[in-house]
Structures are given as structure tokens and as C-alpha cells.
């Protein structure tokens, strides 16, 4: 693969402002994502020739035809400045459009990405589901990583990723980590996640559950001895656990039911956002590592109990989006507007007359 020259001086200028994304669109300069707001290039306006150009520079025969046929394509490509990139293929009138996520080049600190420190226990469970959730855009594949990495140094085991696409590496270190791409090496997260229970691993990572196929195994690998870690696009806990019930139906919602209250281990359903002096950007966060208490709600179906136990459970570590919020507004890391736009209870931050 021989990159286009001009979409590696972009490659090498978003990784210069410290980009989190690159977006290569017709009709308008190219366009960087810079601690969550887009800024423009100072140059020309791209034409759809050039999108195109570049845009094939990156695919083999094969992905070219797949993208060909189905105009959408994701796959992984490793620069020598910025390191390994996510890219997007995308039409838009008929024009190639690209949509680039800088992966970075090592796994950052929990200190670093400011997650709470029980998270660690759920990582150290022997068997079990860990959900990671959050709009796109929220650091869940960087949160991933880092538990993968926590596992690796930690565990002689064998870990299994299922990925769409790899994003980051792992070597191994204390654990033997293996690492499939969706499309490259398995045809669909859920066909990969049924063969991967013969493969004997310890430890399995579920880039996205998307369907109920993959949910319902993914469920059925954590009942059956497996640590399982996931991702589900989810704006909080709460709704993390209806989407997995409420993709089944009939019998099969109960059994579904019982499976997730017996191996829910823990949910974290997070979201960045601009600091106070916008330099960078915040991790925020509910965090509900799953007790007795939690496992009975969800047996007994009676989610809306949920918030009242996680705000009155704070000695065990949970958190809810309200109080993080509140906790980084206090310490003066976002700003009041930012806390207020997020809250589930504005009223609460709104000041009292």
C-alpha cells in the first residue's frame, strides 16, 4: 500500500495538532477534529478527484471491489508518523468520502483517562460480561484497550479480540492476546464469537454487539466460564441493559433476562467533553459494578429502581452521570454550561433563589 503523498502530509498534520479525527470530504478544506471541535484547514477546498484518489490509495483489489459494491468500507492502516488510523469510507453524491480516527500509539493510564479505579476489579474477574458504553465519539475502544492491556500484563491467559477494525496492537506480555479483524479474518462478529469458544481463550473482547446473535452469545460465553468484555453504543447504564433485553422477545427476553442477571459483572457508559479552557477534552461517567441488589432488579425486570440503588450505593463504587458531572464541575475541569447541557436532572445544578 502506497499512500496518496497528499493524504500523508494530512496524516502528519493532524498528528502535529494532536488530532483525534480527520474528515476528507468534497467541496471543503480538510477539516481536523481538535479536543472535540472541527477546525477547518487553511487550504483549497478539496475536489471530488482528489477524495477519490486518495481514498484508493488505501485498498487493496479486494477492498476495492467490496467498497465498490456496498459504497462503505472500514478498515486499519498504519502510518509511520501517526501511528495506527481507523478509516472510514463513506459516499456522499456519489463522491468517496473518508472519515479518519487516530488510534494513537500506546495504551494510555487509567490516571491518564481518568476512569475510576474499581474498574480494575471487574477486568479481574475470572468470568463474567463488562460492558463499555457510550454515544460515538466516547472513547469506548480506548477504555477497551486499556482493560485488554490491564488483562495482558497481569494474567498468564489467552486472550481473544473481535474487532471491526483492529485499532490498536497489543504484544504479549503475561497473557497471549490474538486479535481478529472483521473482514480480514472472521466474516461477522457473530459467526467469529461462536468459533472463538473453540479456541480456548480465557479472556474475549467484542468490538461492538450489534445484533442479537452476537448478544445472545457473547451472554452465553460469560455464563459459561469466560471473561467477556464489550461494547455497545448506549447512552447510560440504564439503557444499556434495555437494549440487550429488548432486541429478544417472548421466551426468549426471559431467558435473556436471567443470563445478563447472573453474568453482568459491570457497566461503564461514559462521555467525553470540552474542558473549562477547552484544551482538551473530559472523561465522564456512571459507573455500575453489579452487586446483589443490582442482579435482583434486573431478574425482576425493575430497571427504573436502578438510579435510586446506584445513588444510594456510593460506598460501593457506583456512580451516576449526575454526580460525576457535579465532581468535575467542582473541581473546575468543565465548565457550568457543559455540566448543565449533560445532566439527567438540570435542576440540580441550576442555582437556588
Given at each position: 500500500m502506497v499512500i496518496h503523498p497528499q493524504l500523508d502530509r494530512l496524516f502528519v498534520e493532524a498528528h502535529r495538532r494532536a488530532a483525534s479525527d480527520l474528515h476528507v470530504l468534497a467541496g471543503v478544506p480538510p477539516a481536523f477534529r481538535v479536543t472535540g471541535e472541527i477546525i477547518l484547514a487553511d487550504a483549497d477546498a478539496l475536489t471530488p478527484e482528489e477524495c477519490h484518489a486518495?481514498?484508493?490509495?488505501?485498498?487493496?483489489?479486494?477492498?476495492?471491489?467490496?467498497?465498490?459494491?456496498?459504497w462503505e468500507l472500514c478498515i486499519s492502516v498504519r502510518h509511520p508518523v501517526a501511528g495506527r488510523i481507523r478509516v472510514t469510507f463513506y459516499q456522499r453524491n456519489g463522491v468517496t468520502e473518508l472519515s479518519?480516527?487516530?488510534?494513537?500509539?500506546?495504551?494510555?493510564?487509567?490516571e491518564e483517562l481518568m476512569l475510576p479505579s474499581r474498574l480494575d476489579d471487574l477486568a479481574r474477574r475470572p468470568n463474567?460480561?463488562?460492558?463499555?458504553?457510550?454515544?460515538?465519539?466516547?472513547?469506548?475502544?480506548?477504555?477497551?484497550n486499556y482493560l485488554i492491556d490491564l488483562i495482558n500484563?497481569?494474567?498468564?491467559?489467552?486472550?481473544?479480540?473481535?474487532?471491526?477494525?483492529?485499532?490498536?496492537?497489543?504484544?504479549?506480555?503475561?497473557?497471549?492476546v490474538v486479535q481478529q479483524e472483521v473482514l480480514t479474518d472472521v466474516r461477522s462478529f457473530n459467526r467469529a464469537l461462536i468459533h472463538a469458544l473453540r479456541q480456548d481463550p480465557d479472556v474475549i473482547c467484542v468490538g461492538e454487539m450489534r445484533d442479537y446473535e452476537t448478544i445472545g452469545t457473547a451472554l452465553t460465553a460469560a455464563e459459561?466460564?469466560?471473561?467477556?468484555?464489550?461494547?455497545?453504543?448506549?447512552?447510560?447504564?440504564?439503557?444499556?441493559?434495555?437494549?440487550?433485553?429488548?432486541?429478544?422477545?417472548g421466551s426468549a427476553q426471559k431467558q435473556v433476562i436471567l443470563q445478563l442477571a447472573n453474568s453482568l459483572q459491570g457497566i461503564i457508559a461514559q462521555e467525553l467533553l470540552p474542558s473549562l479552557d477547552r484544551t482538551r477534552r473530559i472523561l465522564a461517567y456512571?459507573?455500575?459494578?453489579?452487586n446483589g441488589a443490582i442482579r435482583a432488579i434486573i431478574r425482576d425486570n425493575q430497571l427504573h429502581q436502578l438510579a435510586n440503588v446506584m445513588q444510594t450505593s456510593a460506598r460501593e463504587g457506583m456512580v451516576i452521570m449526575d454526580n460525576c458531572l457535579?465532581?468535575?464541575?467542582?473541581?473546575?475541569?468543565?465548565?457550568y454550561d457543559t455540566a448543565v447541557s449533560r445532566a439527567r436532572n438540570q435542576e440540580r445544578f441550576r442555582p437556588k433563589e
Open positions: 486518495m481514498a484508493v490509495s488505501m485498498l487493496n483489489e479486494l477492498q476495492r471491489r467490496k467498497q465498490e459494491q456496498e479518519c480516527r487516530f488510534c494513537g500509539d500506546r495504551v494510555l493510564t487509567r463474567g460480561l463488562v460492558l463499555v458504553t457510550g454515544p460515538t465519539g466516547s472513547g469506548k475502544t480506548t477504555t477497551l500484563r497481569e494474567r498468564r491467559c489467552k486472550i481473544l479480540t473481535i474487532e471491526d477494525p483492529v485499532e490498536f496492537v497489543h504484544e504479549n506480555q503475561r497473557a497471549i459459561t466460564g469466560h471473561l467477556v468484555l464489550a461494547t455497545l453504543h448506549a447512552p447510560s447504564v440504564s439503557h444499556a441493559i434495555e437494549r440487550i433485553i429488548g432486541v429478544f422477545e456512571e459507573f455500575l459494578p453489579a457535579h465532581d468535575l464541575y467542582s473541581r473546575c475541569l468543565i465548565s
